[in-house]
C-alpha cells in the first residue's frame, strides 16, 4: 500500500530514512519516492515504520490522504514565512548598530538582538543537529549550519552567523515552494483519475465511485465527463479526447460495439458503455500506478549521487578542520580566527543539496512529460537508456503494420475476369475463420449464399477445395498447385498469395497485404536521425512478405518465419554483436503476448500499449499508449533532454562549489558567498529541473 511523507523535505533525510527501513525484516526493499513523497510498504508493516520513522525523522508522519499533507504543508510554509520576516526585521538594525554597540555598555542589546533573530530562524536547524548528533549522524546539513553558525558567533562574527542561517532558511522555503511546485505541475499532468461514474441500474442512473461498478455494468458517460472505466460502447455515437492516455491531441470516433478507455474524455455525444474490466485493472489505474512507481527505479546518475554526497560532506568537513588547524600551527604570523573563518566558509558551502534534490526531481519530471505524451517509462533508469540505443527490433505484425489483412491486387489469368476471380475465392472460403479467408470474403463486400457452396474440404497447409456453383475450385498457396500438377504462370508473388483454380484453369491470384501504420516509415527515419545505428525487424510471416515491408520502411535487415523462442535467439544474437556492449544498449518493440519473453530479454523492452496484450505491457520497460512507433523517438529526445538537464545540474553544482571552495580557501569568500553557493546553487537546480515538465519532442 502507498503511503504520504508528511514533513519530507530534505532529500539528504530521504535517504538516511530509507537505508534505516531496509535494516527492518519485512521492509527490505522499501523505496522512498522523494519527488512524490511516498512510501511503499505492506499495511502489517505500518507499526514498524512508523517506529523508525520516529527514531530517525520525527517530525515526518505517514499518512493515507493527500489533503492532510497539503494543509500541513501550507500552515508549516506560513509559520517559516512569519519566522523570516520577524528575522529579518530583527537584522537589518542589528546590522545598522552593530560595531556602536559592541564597544559600549550597551553591548548586551547587540547580542540580544541578533541572538534572537539567529534562534528564531535557525533552532529548526539546531534541533536537528543536535538529535541527529545523538544518533551519531555527524555529517549533514544540519551539523554543517550549526557548526558553522557557532563558530562564527565564537570569532564575533554574529550578523554573519545570522545571515547564514537567515539566508538559509530563506532557500529552504524557496526550495520547498519550488519542489512543492514541481510536484503539483507534475500531479496535474496525471490528474486523469475519474472521480465518479454514472451507473445504470433498473432504468435509473446513479452516481457511484468507479472502485464500486463491477464488470458487465452499464455505465452512462455525459458530453465532456471523463470515461470513468474500460468498457465496450453499447450504443451513442461520439467523439473522445484520448490525448491523457496517447497524447493524441486528435479527436477519435466511437460507435457502438467499439473499445473505450478510461481516461479518455466525451465530447458531445451520450454514450452507454458496458464495463468490461474493474477499475483497478483499467487503463488509467494502470498508467497512475505505473508512473508513481517508475520513480523508484533509479538511475545509475541518481545511484552514483547518492554515493557521492556519503563521503562528499566527510570530506570537506575534515578538509575545513585541516584548514583551521595547520595553517596557523605552519604558518608564521598566521591567526586562528582567520583561518577559523575561512574553515567555516568550507563548511557552509559543502552542502551537496543542490545534486540530491534537482536530480530525482529532473528524472522525475521526464517521466511525467513522457506520460502527458502517452510514453509510460517505468523508472528514470530506462530514461537513462533510451538516448543508448545502437539497435531498434521491431516485431511486424501489430507494431509496423495493423494486423488486419487486406486485397491488396485481383490478377485474374486465362480470360477471366477479377470480379469472377474474386467472387469464386470468397465463395471457396465461406467457412474458413482464417484472417485471409475473412479478407477475401470482405473484400467481395455481398452476402454470399450457403446454398452456393458444396462439398467444403480444407487442406491443412495448402489450402481448400470446394465446389461454387457446381464448378471445382481449389484455392491456396503454390504447394497446393502443385501438389494438384496444376500449370501456372506464377509460383511466388510479392505478399501473402492466395491461387485460384476452376474446373482444373488456374484462374489467377489474390495478393493479401498487411497494411502498414501511417507513421512506421517516419519512426525508422527519425530513429536513424536520432543516431539509432541499426534498425531490425523479426517477423513469423513469410520472407516474401518481410522482403516487402523491410524494403517499404528502409529497415536495414530482417529474419522472417520465425517462432517465439526464435525471436528470444535472434535478439541474444543482436545483443551480443553489440560494437560497444557496456554503453550500447538494445530496444524491442512488440504488442502481442508472444513478443512478451523478447520485450524481457531485451535491454528496454517496449509495448504498444494501446491495442497491446496484458502481458506485453507488464514485461516491457516502455509502453507507447498510442499504437505508434514513432512515439518511440518522442521517448528518446524526452530521454535525451532529461540527462541534458540532469547534466547541467551536476556541473552548474559542482563547478560553483568548486570555485567557491578555492576562494574561500584563498580568503576571497565570506560566509555571505558561501550561504548563495549552496541555497542560490540549489534553487537553481530546482528551477533547471522542472523545464523537463516543459519540454516538447520536435514532432509535437
Given at each position: 500500500?502507498?503511503?504520504?511523507?508528511?514533513?519530507?523535505?530534505?532529500?539528504?533525510?530521504?535517504?538516511r530514512?530509507?537505508?534505516?527501513?531496509?535494516?527492518?525484516?519485512?521492509?527490505?526493499?522499501a523505496?522512498?519516492?522523494?519527488?512524490?513523497?511516498?512510501?511503499?510498504?505492506?499495511?502489517?508493516?505500518?507499526?514498524?515504520?512508523?517506529?523508525?520513522?520516529?527514531?530517525?525523522?520525527p517530525?515526518?508522519?505517514?499518512?493515507?490522504?493527500?489533503?492532510?499533507?497539503?494543509?500541513?504543508?501550507?500552515?508549516?510554509?506560513?509559520?517559516?514565512?512569519?519566522?523570516?520576516?520577524?528575522?529579518?526585521?530583527?537584522?537589518?538594525?542589528?546590522?545598522?548598530?552593530?560595531?556602536?554597540?559592541?564597544?559600549?555598555?550597551?553591548?548586551?542589546?547587540?547580542?540580544?538582538?541578533?541572538?534572537?533573530?539567529?534562534?528564531?530562524?535557525?533552532?529548526?536547524?539546531?534541533?536537528?543537529?543536535?538529535?541527529?548528533?545523538?544518533?551519531?549522524?555527524?555529517?549533514?546539513?544540519?551539523?554543517?549550519?550549526t557548526?558553522?553558525?557557532?563558530?562564527?558567533?565564537?570569532?564575533?562574527?554574529?550578523?554573519?552567523a545570522?545571515?547564514?542561517?537567515?539566508f538559509?532558511?530563506?532557500?529552504?522555503?524557496?526550495?520547498?515552494?519550488?519542489?512543492?511546485?514541481?510536484?503539483?505541475?507534475?500531479?496535474?499532468?496525471?490528474?486523469?483519475?475519474?472521480?465518479?461514474?454514472?451507473?445504470?441500474?433498473?432504468?435509473?442512473?446513479?452516481?457511484?465511485?468507479?472502485?464500486?461498478?463491477?464488470?458487465?455494468?452499464?455505465?452512462?458517460?455525459?458530453?465532456?465527463?471523463?470515461?470513468?472505466?474500460?468498457?465496450e460502447?453499447?450504443?451513442?455515437?461520439?467523439?473522445?479526447?484520448?490525448?491523457?492516455?496517447?497524447?493524441?491531441?486528435?479527436?477519435r470516433k466511437?460507435?457502438?460495439?467499439?473499445?473505450?478507455?478510461?481516461?479518455?474524455?466525451?465530447?458531445?455525444?451520450?454514450?452507454?458503455?458496458?464495463?468490461?474490466?474493474?477499475?483497478?485493472?483499467?487503463?488509467?489505474?494502470?498508467?497512475?500506478e505505473?508512473?508513481?512507481?517508475?520513480?523508484?527505479?533509479?538511475?545509475?546518475?541518481?545511484?552514483?549521487?547518492?554515493?557521492?554526497?556519503?563521503?562528499?560532506?566527510?570530506?570537506?568537513?575534515?578538509?575545513?578542520?585541516?584548514?583551521?588547524?595547520?595553517?596557523?600551527?605552519?604558518?608564521?604570523?598566521?591567526?586562528?580566527?582567520?583561518?577559523?573563518?575561512?574553515?567555516l566558509?568550507?563548511?557552509?558551502?559543502?552542502?551537496?543539496?543542490?545534486?540530491?534534490?534537482?536530480?530525482p526531481l529532473g528524472?522525475?519530471?521526464?517521466?511525467?512529460?513522457?506520460?502527458r505524451?502517452?510514453?509510460?517509462?517505468?523508472?528514470?533508469?530506462?530514461?537513462?537508456?533510451?538516448?543508448?540505443?545502437?539497435?531498434?527490433?521491431?516485431?511486424?505484425?501489430?507494431?509496423?503494420?495493423?494486423?488486419?489483412?487486406?486485397?491488396?491486387?485481383?490478377?485474374?489469368?486465362?480470360?477471366?475476369?477479377?470480379?469472377?476471380?474474386?467472387?469464386?475465392?470468397?465463395?471457396?472460403?465461406?467457412?474458413?475463420?482464417?484472417?485471409?479467408?475473412?479478407?477475401?470474403?470482405?473484400?467481395?463486400?455481398?452476402?454470399?449464399?450457403?446454398?452456393?457452396?458444396?462439398?467444403?474440404h480444407?487442406?491443412?497447409?495448402?489450402?481448400?477445395?470446394?465446389?461454387?456453383?457446381?464448378?471445382?475450385?481449389?484455392?491456396?498457396?503454390?504447394?497446393?498447385?502443385h501438389?494438384?500438377?496444376?500449370?501456372?504462370?506464377?509460383?511466388?508473388?510479392?505478399g501473402?498469395?492466395?491461387?485460384?483454380?476452376?474446373?482444373?484453369?488456374?484462374?489467377?491470384?489474390?495478393?493479401?497485404?498487411?497494411?502498414?501504420?501511417?507513421?512506421?516509415?517516419?519512426?525508422?527515419?527519425?530513429?536513424?536521425?536520432?543516431?539509432?545505428?541499426?534498425?531490425?525487424?523479426?517477423?513469423?510471416?513469410?520472407?516474401?512478405?518481410?522482403?516487402?515491408v523491410?524494403?517499404?520502411?528502409?529497415?536495414?535487415?530482417?529474419?522472417?518465419?520465425?517462432?517465439?523462442?526464435?525471436?528470444?535467439?535472434?535478439?541474444?544474437?543482436?545483443?551480443?554483436?553489440?560494437?560497444?556492449?557496456?554503453?550500447?544498449?538494445?530496444?524491442?518493440?512488440?504488442d502481442?503476448?508472444?513478443?512478451?519473453?523478447?520485450?524481457?530479454?531485451?535491454?528496454?523492452?517496449?509495448?504498444?500499449?494501446?491495442l497491446?496484450?496484458?502481458?506485453?505491457?507488464?514485461?516491457?520497460?516502455?509502453?507507447?499508449?498510442?499504437?505508434?512507433?514513432?512515439r518511440?523517438?518522442?521517448?528518446?529526445?524526452?530521454?535525451?533532454?532529461?540527462?541534458?538537464?540532469?547534466?547541467?545540474?551536476?556541473?552548474?553544482?559542482?563547478?560553483?562549489?568548486?570555485?567557491?571552495?578555492?576562494?574561500?580557501?584563498?580568503?576571497?569568500?565570506?560566509?555571505?558567498?558561501?550561504?548563495?553557493?549552496?541555497?542560490?546553487?540549489?534553487?537553481?537546480?530546482?528551477?533547471?529541473?522542472?523545464?523537463?515538465?516543459?519540454?516538447?519532442?520536435?514532432?509535437?
Open positions: 500500500m502507498r503511503y504520504k511523507l508528511a514533513g519530507l523535505d530534505c532529500a539528504g533525510c530521504a535517504a530514512l530509507e537505508q534505516e527501513l531496509r535494516r527492518v525484516k519485512g521492509l527490505e526493499k523505496t522512498i519516492n522523494f519527488a512524490a513523497r511516498s512510501l511503499d510498504l505492506p499495511p502489517e508493516m505500518l507499526p514498524a515504520a512508523r517506529e523508525v520513522i520516529a527514531r530517525v525523522e517530525e515526518v508522519r505517514l499518512i493515507e490522504t493527500d489533503g492532510d499533507e497539503t494543509r500541513e504543508e501550507n500552515e508549516k510554509a506560513r509559520r517559516n514565512l512569519y519566522r523570516i520576516i520577524i528575522a529579518t526585521l530583527l537584522l537589518v538594525p542589528g546590522l545598522i548598530f552593530n560595531e556602536r554597540l559592541h564597544r559600549t555598555p550597551y553591548f548586551w542589546a547587540e547580542y540580544a538582538v541578533l541572538l534572537a533573530a539567529y534562534f528564531l530562524v535557525g533552532w529548526p536547524v539546531i534541533r536537528t543537529a543536535l538529535r541527529n548528533l545523538a544518533r551519531g549522524q555527524f555529517f549533514d546539513e544540519t551539523f554543517l549550519m557548526v558553522a553558525t557557532a563558530g562564527a558567533i565564537a570569532i564575533h562574527q554574529l550578523p554573519e545570522v545571515g547564514v542561517m537567515l538559509y532558511a530563506v532557500g529552504e522555503y524557496f526550495q520547498e515552494r519550488a519542489v512543492n511546485r514541481s510536484r503539483c505541475s507534475i500531479a496535474a499532468l496525471l490528474d486523469i483519475r475519474p472521480q465518479y461514474a454514472n451507473l445504470k441500474l433498473n432504468g435509473e442512473t446513479k452516481r457511484v465511485r468507479p472502485e464500486e461498478v463491477e464488470v458487465g455494468q452499464a455505465i452512462v458517460i455525459k458530453p465532456g465527463e471523463r470515461v470513468p472505466l474500460d468498457g460502447v453499447v450504443d451513442g455515437v461520439s467523439f473522445v479526447d484520448t490525448s491523457a492516455l496517447t497524447g493524441e491531441a486528435v479527436p466511437v460507435e457502438k460495439g467499439e473499445p473505450i478507455l478510461a481516461g479518455m474524455i466525451n465530447g458531445h455525444g451520450l454514450l452507454t458503455v458496458r464495463v468490461t474490466r474493474p477499475f483497478e485493472e483499467s487503463s488509467v489505474a494502470r498508467i497512475l505505473l508512473v508513481e512507481n517508475a520513480a523508484t527505479r533509479k538511475a545509475p546518475t541518481e545511484q552514483f549521487i547518492t554515493a557521492f554526497s556519503r563521503y562528499y560532506t566527510p570530506a570537506v568537513v575534515l578538509g575545513a578542520l585541516a584548514l583551521a588547524v595547520i595553517p596557523p600551527l605552519v604558518l608564521p604570523e598566521a591567526a586562528f580566527s582567520t583561518w577559523i573563518y575561512r574553515a566558509v568550507l563548511l557552509v558551502i559543502s552542502c551537496p543539496c543542490a545534486l540530491v534534490v534537482s536530480i528524472y522525475f519530471g521526464g517521466i511525467g512529460s513522457a506520460s505524451r502517452g510514453i509510460l517509462v517505468k523508472g528514470a533508469s530506462f530514461l537513462d537508456a533510451l538516448p543508448a540505443l545502437h539497435t531498434v527490433v521491431f516485431d511486424k505484425t501489430g507494431t509496423l503494420t495493423r494486423g488486419v489483412f487486406r486485397v491488396s491486387r485481383v490478377v485474374p489469368y486465362n480470360g477471366f475476369t477479377p470480379e469472377e476471380l474474386l467472387y469464386t475465392a470468397a465463395a471457396a472460403e465461406l467457412y474458413s475463420n482464417h484472417p485471409i479467408a475473412q479478407s477475401i470474403r470482405e473484400a467481395w463486400g455481398s452476402e454470399i449464399s450457403p446454398d452456393q457452396v458444396k462439398d467444403y480444407e487442406i491443412p497447409g495448402h489450402g481448400i477445395r470446394a465446389v461454387v456453383k457446381g464448378r471445382q475450385v481449389l484455392a491456396g498457396n503454390d504447394r497446393l498447385l501438389r494438384e500438377g496444376i500449370v501456372h504462370e506464377v509460383c511466388s508473388v510479392e501473402t498469395g492466395v491461387h485460384v483454380v476452376i474446373d482444373g484453369t488456374f484462374a489467377g491470384y489474390i495478393v493479401i497485404a498487411d497494411e502498414v501504420k501511417p507513421d512506421a516509415g517516419e519512426a525508422v527515419a527519425r530513429l536513424k536521425e536520432l543516431g539509432v545505428k541499426r534498425i531490425v525487424m523479426l517477423t513469423g510471416d513469410e520472407e516474401a512478405v518481410a522482403r516487402r523491410a524494403r517499404d520502411l528502409g529497415i536495414d535487415a530482417y529474419f522472417a518465419e520465425l517462432l517465439p523462442e526464435d525471436k528470444v535467439a535472434k535478439v541474444e544474437e543482436l545483443e551480443a554483436s553489440l560494437p560497444d556492449r557496456r554503453r550500447q544498449k538494445l530496444a524491442f518493440v512488440g502481442g503476448i508472444n513478443d512478451a519473453p523478447v520485450i524481457t530479454r531485451a535491454d528496454v523492452g517496449v509495448a504498444m500499449g494501446g497491446g496484450s496484458d502481458a506485453a505491457i507488464e514485461a516491457a520497460d516502455v509502453v507507447l499508449m498510442e499504437d505508434a512507433p514513432s518511440l523517438a518522442d521517448a528518446i529526445e524526452i530521454a535525451r533532454y532529461t540527462g541534458l538537464i540532469v547534466r547541467q545540474n551536476v556541473v552548474l553544482a559542482l563547478s560553483i562549489k568548486a570555485f567557491f571552495l578555492i576562494l574561500g580557501v584563498l580568503g576571497v569568500a565570506t560566509i555571505w558567498e558561501a550561504v548563495f553557493a549552496d541555497v542560490g546553487v540549489a534553487l537553481a537546480a530546482i528551477f533547471n529541473a522542472s523545464r523537463t515538465l516543459r519540454y516538447r519532442p520536435s514532432t509535437l
